[in-house]
C-alpha cells in the first residue's frame, strides 16, 4: 500500500465532507470503483477507508457500501454535550468564538465510541431484548455469564484469569471506588497518586474515606512517600492517570511486598491497559500478587462507552476484605441492568469487542504518531509530550511562560478545550504545570488544528485584552 | 361473559399446556376457532386468554396468533435462580421436595415481569441501540430525556410535576438510599419503619448510617416514637411494607410538620405505588410538600422487572440537601446506562408501560382477590391476610402455634417458598410472628395450592421428624 496515495484518497473524501458534498448517511463509492476512478490500487483505497472510519469520518461494513458516518468529527460539536465529570473546566459562552460559540472538547476520557461496528452494536442489543425473562431479582454481583467473559478476558489479555466468582460488577471505575471505600472498615485513610484521577478521589471522599496524596515519579508512585497507617494504596501502574509513567517489575513487587508486611490492600486501577502503544505490556499487579492483596479494578468505559456504565473488580482469592466488598455490594444493590451486562457479554462471546479494540488501536496510534511528530517538529518552542506510550491523552508541557492557564484560555477563545494539569492535583500547592490533550474521540483533524493553535500562542506574546 | 364457562376455558389450556399437549411457544387456536369448537361466545374465549395472558400461561399480541409463554408458570422453576437480595432464608435442597427439589419462589419482591408486550420490549431495546453515539461522557444524573419522563408520569399519577431538573436517575431504591445516606452530613441517624424494607436498611448502614427502627401501626409509622435526634426519617406512606398500612392525610401533613419543625429530611419511599387495588390513592408526600423536606424515592423494579435497576430520586425543590445530593450522585459517578436509560423512557412515552400496567394491574388483582377468598375460607383456623390493598405481597398471620418458623420448613418441605415476617424487624426483639406471600410473579395455580399446603399444615399436628 503506497501511504502518500492513502493520504491523498483520505483528503480527498475528508474534503468532500467538509465541503458538504457528501452528506452524514451519503455511501460512498465501493473502493474498486473509487480505485478505478483514481487509478490507484485498490488496497490503497482499502486501507484509506479503514483509516477514515478509525478516524470516525465514514463508516465502513462487510458486504455493505461504506457511508459518511452520522456524527462525522467536528460536525457535531454545537449538540455535543459537555461530559460533567472530565477533570477541567466547564465551557463557558466565550464570545468571537468561532463555530457559533461551540467548542471542541479536547480533554481526556473520552474513547472512540463512535468506531465500534453499526452490526455488532446492534447485535449486542438484540441479545439484551432477548434475555429470557425470569422471575428473580437481579445478583449484586453480576450475572455469571458476563463474569466468566470478564474472567476470560482478564486470562487473555491480563496474564491472569480470576475465578468468575472473584468477579464483582460495577457501574464504572467511580462507583468501584466508592464501593472499595465503603468496603474498608471505619474511616479509612486511601493512598492515592499525586496527581492523580479525579473522578476517583471524589467518590472515595463522597463514601467517607480521606485521601493520602503520594508524588509520582517516572515510575510510578513513589513508594518511599506513602505515609504508615494507610488501609489501601489506590494506583494506576499500566499507564499512571495522567502523567503515563509504567511502574517496572520491579516497584510492583516492591509494592505487593509493602503492602503485605503492613496488612494494606492495594486497589489496581487499569483503566487503559488494552491501549499500549509502545513496549509490551507488563503483567498486571493482580497477576503478580501471591498474597491475596491485591483489588483489580477495570470498566469498559474506555474500550467501549463511557454511556454504558459497566465495569468490574477482581476481589482477592479470599480474605476478609473479599468478603466485605460483596457485602458492601449486596448492600448497595445491583448496579448494571442485566440486559446491559447481556449485551456486553455478547460483545466479548462474539469477538465483536476484539474487533472493535482492533480498529480503535489503529486509531489512536495513528493519532498518537501525529501528536508526537508534530510536538517534535515544535521542539524550539521547549514543548514536551508524555503519557504517549499508551492510553487515550497526552500531557504537553513547555517552559513557561506563556502560564497553562493563559494557554488554556487562548485555545478556548480559538474553539478547544483542554484541561489543566493542575487539576489532577490532591492539594493546589503540589500541581504542576503542563496541559492534557484527550485525543479519543478527536478528529486527526481537529487535534492538528489544536496543535497549530498551541504553537502559535507559545510563539506570539499575549494579545492584550480589553477591559472587562 | 360468563365466568364459569371463562373458567372452564382457562383450565383447559392450562392442562393443555401442563399436560404437554400445547408447548412453549406454540400457537393456541384463534379466539374464533376456540369460540366454535367449544360453542361459546368469542367474547368468553377472549376473557380467558387475557386471564391466561395475566397468569403468565401465554403470550397475546394484537394481529398475532396467542402463543404459549416460553417460560409458563412452573416449568421454569428448576431453572429459576433464587432472588439474592429478598428477604427470607436461602433455597436449600430438601430431601424429598417435590419437583426434583425445586422450590416455587412466593417471597415478596418480584413482579410480574414477563407480562410486557414482546413487541413492546423489542422496540424499547431497538430504541436503546439506536441511542446516537456521542463523545461525551454520561451525565451523572440521568438523561434528560429520561428525566422529563419520569417528571411527566409523577405529574399524571402522583399528584406533583417536578422540575425535570429535581430528578435524579439512580440504580433503584437500594442505590437510592445509600445515596441519600452518602449525602447526609457527618455519621447520620436515619429513623426507619419496624418492620420495614430490610434490603433499604442494609444499603443505609453499609453507607455508614445508623438505624433507629420507630413503630408502624394502622396508620403508617408512630410519629410520637421518632427519636430526637434523627437525620432522616424514612417511610412508605403508600403502603407500608410490609405490613400495608396506608398512612393517612392527617399523619401525613403532622409528619410533615414534624420534619419542618426538626430540619429533617423525609424520605419517602413510593414503590408500589402504581399498584393499588381497593380505595383511592392518596397524594404522595412530595405533593404535600411545600417546605422542601421531601426526598421522593421511586422504582421501575416494581411496575417492569427489577433486573432493569433503573429507579429516581426527586431531590426538594432546593436547600442544602439537594445540592448535598447532587453533589453524591456526581461523586459516585452516573450508574445508568444510556442505553437502558433510553429503553424505559421510550417504553414511557409510547405508552408501553401504562398498557403493560393495566394488564398487571389485573392479573394482581385477580390474584389478591383469590388469595382474599382462600383466606376467608379458612376462617376457621383463625387466619387473616393484611396488606392486601395495593401492592404485590399479603402478609399472613394466624393464633399460632405452630410457629412462623416451623409453618415456613413445612411449606418448604412441600415446595413453597415464602417469607418470615420477623426477618423484616429491625432488632430481633422487635419481631411480629406472620409470614410473607409474594404474589406478584406467582401464577395463581400456584397460589392456590400454596393456601391449600398452608390450610394442611395449620390444621394438621406436626407430622413427626425423622433424626438427622
Request: aromatic share 4%.
Amino acid at each position: 500500500v503506497n501511504q502518500s496515495k492513502t493520504t491523498a484518497v483520505v483528503e480527498r473524501v475528508r474534503t468532500m465532507i467538509a465541503d458538504g458534498v457528501l452528506r452524514e448517511g451519503d455511501p460512498l463509492p465501493s473502493t474498486r470503483a473509487m480505485a478505478a476512478e483514481l487509478g490507484i490500487a485498490r488496497g490503497t483505497v482499502v486501507a484509506a477507508y479503514e483509516q477514515l472510519d478509525g478516524e470516525g469520518w465514514i463508516r465502513t461494513r462487510h458486504g455493505a457500501a461504506a457511508r459518511v458516518a452520522t456524527r462525522a468529527p467536528g460536525t457535531d460539536i454545537a449538540r455535543r454535550e459537555v461530559p460533567d465529570s472530565a477533570p477541567g473546566p466547564r465551557p463557558r459562552a466565550v464570545s468571537g468564538t468561532p463555530r457559533g460559540g461551540a467548542l471542541i472538547d479536547l480533554r481526556p476520557g473520552i474513547p472512540a465510541v463512535t468506531a465500534i461496528a453499526a452490526r455488532d452494536w446492534r447485535s449486542a442489543w438484540r441479545a439484551a431484548a432477548d434475555l429470557p425473562f425470569r422471575n428473580a431479582l437481579a445478583d449484586p454481583m453480576g450475572t455469571r455469564d458476563l463474569r466468566e467473559q470478564i474472567a476470560a478476558q482478564l486470562g487473555l489479555t491480563r496474564g491472569f484469569a480470576p475465578h468468575p466468582d472473584r468477579v464483582i460488577i460495577t457501574a464504572g471505575t467511580s462507583e468501584a471506588m466508592s464501593l472499595i471505600t465503603e468496603a474498608l472498615p471505619g474511616s479509612p485513610v486511601l493512598a492515592v497518586e499525586n496527581p492523580g484521577y479525579r473522578s476517583g478521589r471524589r467518590a472515595i471522599s463522597s463514601a467517607g474515606g480521606t485521601l493520602a496524596g503520594v508524588p509520582v515519579d517516572e515510575d510510578g508512585m513513589d513508594l518511599a512517600r506513602i505515609p504508615t497507617g494507610v488501609d489501601a494504596i489506590v494506583v494506576t501502574p499500566t499507564h499512571q492517570y495522567p502523567l503515563g509513567s509504567v511502574m517496572p517489575i520491579a516497584r510492583r513487587l516492591e509494592l505487593l511486598d509493602l503492602a503485605a508486611a503492613r496488612g494494606t490492600i492495594v486497589v489496581e486501577d487499569d483503566y487503559d491497559s488494552e491501549f499500549r502503544h509502545r513496549g509490551d505490556p507488563l503483567p498486571a499487579l493482580a497477576a503478580l500478587d501471591n498474597r491475596g492483596s491485591v483489588v483489580h479494578v477495570g470498566t469498559f468505559s474506555k474500550v467501549l462507552d463511557p454511556r454504558l456504565r459497566c465495569g468490574w473488580i477482581v476481589a482477592p482469592p479470599g480474605g476478609s476484605f473479599a468478603d466485605a466488598l460483596r457485602t458492601a455490594r449486596e448492600a448497595r444493590g445491583p448496579v448494571v441492568a442485566e440486559p446491559v451486562q447481556a449485551a456486553v457479554a455478547h460483545l466479548l462471546r462474539t469477538g465483536a469487542l476484539r474487533r472493535h479494540l482492533g480498529r480503535v488501536r489503529r486509531d489512536y496510534a495513528h493519532k498518537r504518531s501525529r501528536i508526537a511528530a508534530r510536538v517534535a517538529e515544535l521542539g524550539d518552542l521547549g514543548l514536551e509530550a508524555r503519557a504517549l506510550s499508551g492510553g487515550l491523552h497526552a500531557v504537553l508541557t513547555w517552559p513557561g511562560p506563556p502560564s497553562p492557564a493563559e494557554v488554556l484560555r487562548r485555545l478556548e477563545d480559538r474553539g478547544f478545550l483542554l484541561a489543566d494539569l493542575a487539576r489532577y492535583a490532591v492539594t493546589p500547592d503540589t500541581a504542576l504545570p503542563g496541559i492534557v490533550l484527550g485525543y479519543g474521540a478527536a478528529s486527526a483533524v481537529d487535534l492538528d488544528r489544536a496543535l497549530d493553535v498551541l504553537a502559535e500562542v507559545l510563539r506570539a506574546p499575549a494579545a492584550p485584552r480589553s477591559p472587562e
